[in-house]
């Protein structure tokens, strides 16, 4: 039986969409495949790592006939990837086996039963729903993202916050050393909806970067749907479902700095660009910089165990009293390498206290890197 009759490329692509998460080596082998169910001309993808879930469906299927099996994901992309772009793919079901077929090449594939791939639950109801541009919320995320932990034992971390109170969306994600906060603000172009005044919700780390994969830079409708333990993200015709971390994230208000004292406007890609020559001479296991603030000048110097020394100056408006101050480079030229603006504002009060990196063009972004010493 025939399922699929399509132009290579236009099965590569939802295949590509929903491969991302797939885990190569798993316990349950059947998480190596790819759901593939066929309803008459529609045609669903389905992959899932039993925590997150995405759906890709397309217009592609053969026949009128209903069907459903699972084969390997990485197999199947990769005959996809090297076939050529040129004649149309014709997928059918004999027996236990898929065959793939295009021109003059065949490939024959072992499956297992569609009964035993372990689907996700949608939430019976979500309380609370955003619909906006994609690149809006793509955007957003490309705020914070980078400040998220990496397999943190405090599991909380591992994941973005987003919050939805007072008509805005916020985004908020730390990994204990730094936080990224940014938010929208309901408009025309976001619609919020809610059941209560405030919720909170940790979405996962590994569905926050598969997300950002699939969000298109244009103007696109995301509807994001919130439930007590779940996420849902519908972009078009792909779907992405998650469980959502259990926890109490920090209090991120209570972290982001209110009376410092000590600012400087200054070019964004020009502290990015000392601040990475500088960090040429840092080591993997010390990233540590000095910022070496005084009247009209802010030095950055590095060090390392071979007594190698890194200085830069640049010029700035600035004609308070003197501070030096320690931080880890990574974190500065993480904030600086994904903001998009021209100029950035650095606001400093201590050596013990936390910096303050803000943006003139968007009064919701806040950034904190706590400092270290030198």
């Known amino acids: 039986m025939i399922l699929i009759k399509a132009q290579r490329e236009a099965l590569l692509r939802p ?21 593939i169910k066929k309803a008459g001309p529609s045609v669903s993808l389905i992959s899932t790592d039993i925590e997150m879930q995405i759906t890709s469906t397309v217009e592609m299927g053969s026949g009128s006939e ?15 990837r090297a076939l050529p772009n040129d004649n149309e793919v014709v997928v059918s079901m004999a027996g236990r086996k898929m065959s793939i077929a295009q021109g003059k090449s065949r490939f024959q594939l072992q499956t297992l039963a569609a009964e035993e791939f372990p689907t996700v639950t949608p939430a019976q109801a979500y309380p609370a729903s955003v619909s906006l541009g994609q690149k809006d919320f793509k955007q957003l995320l490309h705020l914070v993202h980078f400040s998220m932990a990496q397999q943190d034992i405090r599991y909380y971390l591992n ?4 919050v939805i109170e007072a008509g805005q969306l916020r985004a908020v994600a730390t990994d204990g050393h730094r936080l990224a906060y940014a938010a929208m603000t309901a ?4 619609k919020i909806t809610s059941d209560t005044e405030r919720l909170e919700v940790i979405v996962p780390r590994k569905a926050i970067m598969e997300l950002q994969k699939l969000l298109a830079d244009d103007d696109q409708t995301l509807q994001i749907e ?35 004292t000590k600012h400087i406007l200054m070019s964004r ?11 040429i001479l840092t080591t993997d296991k010390f990233k540590g910089v000095r910022l070496s603030l005084s009247s009209g000048v802010l030095k950055i110097s590095a060090t ?27 974190y500065l030229m993480d904030v600086l390498a994904n903001l998009k603006t021209d100029q950035i504002q650095l606001s400093l009060q201590d050596p013990n206290a936390s910096a303050l990196i803000t943006t003139p063009s968007d009064a919701e972004f806040r950034y904190v890197v706590m400092p270290m010493r030198i």
């Open 15 to 35: 295949l590509q969409m929903v491969s991302g998460i797939v885990e190569r080596r798993h316990t349950l082998p059947i998480l190596s495949n790819i759901l």
């Open 66 to 80: 209903d069907s459903s099996t699972t084969v390997s994901a990485r197999k199947f992309l990769d005959i996809l």
């Open 159 to 162: 994941g973005l916050l987003l």
């Open 187 to 190: 408009s025309e172009n976001m």
């Open 226 to 260: 919130l439930a007590n333990n779940q996420v849902r993200f519908q972009l078009a015709n792909i779907e992405l479902i998650s469980k959502l971390i259990e926890g109490k994230f920090p209090d991120y208000q209570r972290v982001i700095p209110r009376g410092h």
């Open 269 to 279: 890609e020009v502290l990015l660009g000392a601040l990475t020559r500088a960090a």
């Open 304 to 330: 390392n165990a071979e007594q190698e020394e890194a200085q830069e100056e640049v010029e700035v408006d600035y004609t308070g009293e003197s501070i030096d101050i320690g931080f880890n480079v990574q």
